[in-house]
């Protein structure tokens, strides 16, 4: 017994210490900086950053596109998962990989996609909704169908199709069914996705700031404003702070949301039938609206003036390839540090445990550890440009700096694929290799890597992706010398002229590019949901 816990405080002896500099000690000096300004306790300064009309007007804007965009995604969402895990059709694996993408797209490229999409020369520049917040509202949509589609059609795809059976066998019609039977069932499985999708819509940023700019600002980007263009490092650090407070709480309440329950006997993917036909309809209308921002940014960056043009894509030389050479290296080793981190984690978390007091540190820690998922890039980068900036750790002018932040920001999406396929290792086989003489580090190489080995591939794919567009964290820390594509196309896309602005659309559509591709090769893999959280 005494081996046994020795051996697991090892593995997680790393996983702690950065979180301990990483994350504890950057949200010490946020606090610091927002309640302490002084070396002396100020609510009544933190209570007056929060009563500033401005801000007020942000924290309001945050609250409501939050929610109306969540109720939206859900409404959306519901059908797109009985579509694609509940009816079985011809390219139905397309279409779960292609509503996947845009929530590992590049912030900044959604952004501009939208703008490209909603400009007067735009195809829906009709609407004129471009700079406003229905636009906003729609992007943060956009981003977050995968969640409620994942979740919840993982969780309809694995319940007991018993019950259903029995309520039909009485004389229930199929929407009775529906109603009184599989809705009831759900409810975890959407109550969960809700609360994540607020938590993601709360906290986006780079797709924010491109299409709100100052005058839709919400509480992520308002940070960055208030820290990069008005210097009040007080008012970032007071809004950072509320930020974590409210994301803690409701990361809490998802915790305490109960499984969707998964029964012995699955559901089984059906053909479409005509009573599906509003379904199917409703499934062909979203996905197609999730490619059009996609396809008219592709489409625009070979047109300028009313002719195509290959202007943009000609442009790419040293600063494009030098951009990309140090997203992908950057992205690479980050998520090398992320899944290295998520494996030690996983390993500990998923254990067997014996006795109430494991069960309690085991619990203690997966909350610890999903903790950066709820926690904004932002706030990340903040964190890291106040504390990490005197001796001993004197890291803002060091390039693993953006390392660190973009593996923190990985972590928890790796480790939410990682983790449900290490618990669904029956601990028996472990036993019985240990009794035939195996040692810890044989079992788990015969045991358990072969089970594990594809979710750990995803969740390498799934990192891969989100560091590569990496913006929130990178646009505070990213030096000059070492730009990210993201970094650069944001900066381009500010500049002014007909060659920049087709340079930066030709950069974003080889970024979605490259981001596409890795999501389909994950979902090649058929594992687990990126919105299990």
Known sequence: ??????????????????????????????????????????????????????????????????????????????????ALYRLRFPGRGLLRALVVVPFVLPTVVVGIAFRTLLVPSGPLGFLRLDGTAPAIVAVLVFFNVAVVVRTVGTAWEGLDRRPGEAAAALGASPRQVFATVTLPALRPAIAGAAAVVFLFCATAFGAVLTLGGERYATVETEIYLQTTQYLDLRTAAVLSLLQFVVVVALLVGVT????????????????????????????????????????????????????????????????????????????????????????????????????????????????????????????????????????????????????????????????????????????????????????????????????????????????LAVCLGEFGATSFLARPDRQTLPVLIYETIGRRGTENFQLALAASVLLAAITVAIMIGVERLRVGSVGAF
């Open 256 to 463: 305490r949301v109960p499984a969707a329950a998964i029964g012995r006997l699955p559901s089984v993917a059906r053909r479409p039938s005509r009573r599906d036909l509003p379904v199917l309809v409703m499934t062909a209308l979203v996905v197609g609206a999730l490619v059009l921002p996609i396809a008219t940014l592709a489409v625009r960056s070979l047109r300028s003036g009313g002719t195509w043009t290959t202007v943009g894509y000609r442009q790419f030389g040293g600063g494009v390839t030098t951009a990309l050479r140090n997203s992908l290296t950057t992205a690479v080793i980050a998520t090398g540090v992320s899944v290295a981190l998520a494996l030690l984690i996983a390993v500990v978390i998923t254990r067997p445990p014996r006795g109430s007091g494991e069960r309690r540190v085991f619990r203690l820690l997966d909350g610890l550890f999903t903790l950066p998922l709820g926690i904004s890039a932002v706030t990340i980068g903040f964190g890291f440009l106040i504390t990490l900036d005197h001796p001993p750790l004197d890291l803002r002018r060091s390039a693993g700096l953006v390392i660190v932040a973009q593996a923190l920001v990985a972590l928890p999406l790796v480790l939410r694929v990682v983790v449900p396929a290490l618990r669904a290792i029956d601990d028996r086989r472990r036993q019985a290799a240990a009794t035939l003489g195996a040692s810890p580090l044989r079992v788990f190489a015969t045991v358990d890597v072969p089970i594990v080995g594809r979710p750990v591939l995803a969740g390498t794919g799934f990192a």
């Open 1 to 82: 017994m005494i081996r046994r816990r020795v051996g697991l405080a090892a593995l997680a002896a790393l996983p702690l210490a950065v979180l301990a500099i990483f994350f504890a000690l950057p949200l010490i000096g946020m606090i610091g900086r927002g309640l302490w300004p002084d070396a002396h306790l100020d609510l009544g300064g933190a209570l007056e950053v929060l009563g500033r009309a401005r801000i007020r007007k942000v924290l309001w804007f945050t609250v409501w596109s939050s929610t109306l965009a969540t109720l939206i995604t859900v409404a959306l969402g519901l059908p797109l998962a009985h």
